[in-house]
């Protein structure tokens, strides 16, 4: 079956544009997670979904990032002004349910601020 | 402050060896423990998870075990492979966390034939 799907898969933008970053869940998940990997750097956790709604944004790090999910799938991170430091691969997560279950990760949105 | 650590150093073995990874963490009350692989440019792969009252979990030739008084994961592999070379991840998720994983940094495993 189709895993989850990220687009673009390659972003290079200049600082202070605006970009939108996709993600598609496996269909049926309700849970829906965005990370972020720097380079030689952990996974940092973003923000999370539950169907339409985020009970935790707390990985955010500043008011440039916002998040939204629509009908219960498809999901889009949005970093406003960006900076260099926001250079990044960003990874969108999907999971059956939200209590203990593996996550399933998309390839990732490697993101480049010039 | 909540912290993982995983060995930051390669490890490097020979092929049919046991590779044993480490996962410390302190300050944290986890309710779940996940190990997950990441090969260079992809996303990771969800491998084992054990909770917070399971002792030992196994799955064909991976065994993961949970030490709450240690504070402590180790991820084994068996009968090690070249094919088994990439990063593993451990990742905790906290009491009332909905699920969110906190990542260590992952160690390196290169297996040599």
């Known amino acids: 079956g189709a895993g989850v799907s990220q687009s673009p898969s390659n972003k290079v933008t200049e600082k202070g544009k605006d970009v939108e970053l996709r993600c598609d869940p496996i269909?049926?998940?309700?849970?829906l997670y965005w990370y972020r990997q720097s380079l030689g750097q952990g996974l940092e956790f973003l923000i999370y979904?539950?169907?339409?709604?985020?009970?935790?944004k707390s990985g955010l790090p500043s008011d440039r990032f916002s998040a939204e999910r629509t009908g219960g799938s498809v999901s889009t991170l949005t970093i406003q002004r960006t900076q260099q430091e926001d250079s990044a691969v960003y990874l969108c997560?999907?999971?059956?349910?939200?209590?203990?279950?593996?996550?399933?990760f998309g390839p990732g949105t490697r993101l480049l601020v010039l | 402050s909540q912290k993982i650590e995983q060995n930051s150093e390669a490890l490097n073995i020979q092929e049919g060896k046991t590779a044993t990874l480490t996962c410390n963490y302190t300050?944290?009350?986890?309710?779940?423990l996940q190990w997950y692989r990441q090969d260079p440019g992809r996303g990771p792969v969800f491998l084992l998870l054990?909770?917070?009252?399971?002792k030992e979990k196994r799955k064909e030739r991976l065994k993961v075990t949970f030490d709450t008084t240690l504070k402590q994961s180790l991820f084994h592999i068996t009968a090690s492979q070249p094919a088994d070379s990439a990063t593993y991840l451990c990742?905790?998720?906290?009491?009332?966390?909905?699920?969110?994983?906190?990542f260590g940094a992952g160690t390196r495993l290169a297996v040599h034939p």
């Open positions: 997560a999907s999971s059956p349910t939200s209590g203990g279950a593996a996550q399933y």
């Open positions: 269909s049926g998940h309700t849970a």
């Open positions: 979904f539950q169907g339409n709604s985020a009970p935790d």
């Open positions: 300050n944290y009350s986890p309710a779940y």
């Open positions: 054990i909770r917070e009252n399971e």
């Open positions: 990742a905790f998720t906290p009491s009332g966390g909905y699920n969110k994983l906190i």
